[in-house]
């Protein structure tokens, strides 16, 4: 790794951070996922605190989301 050129080393960095993005990008989706299945078994038991918990990081997700997205296109603009 210490003869790379700055090329290759420049690609192989791109490379990393894409996987990285999206690794995260998929645990995101998968955890949005849990928290729905669980707010769904939470209803369905009339368990209250655990569904008032859940339905607030599950708005905190779409809230993240919903400024990530306004953040991207202010970006693009």
Known sequence: M???SKKQATLWFI???VCVVI???YQKS???EEYQKMLE???KNCDLETVK???KKVEMIQV???RH???LQRKDA
């Open 69 to 71: 997205y306004i953040m």
């Open 30 to 32: 998968k955890a949005a």
């Open 64 to 66: 993240l989301a919903k």
């Open 41 to 43: 078994m939470s209803a």
């Open 53 to 55: 918990s859940l339905v």
């Open 15 to 17: 490379l990393v951070i």
């Open 2 to 4: 210490l003869n790379m």
């Open 23 to 25: 690794t995260y990008y």
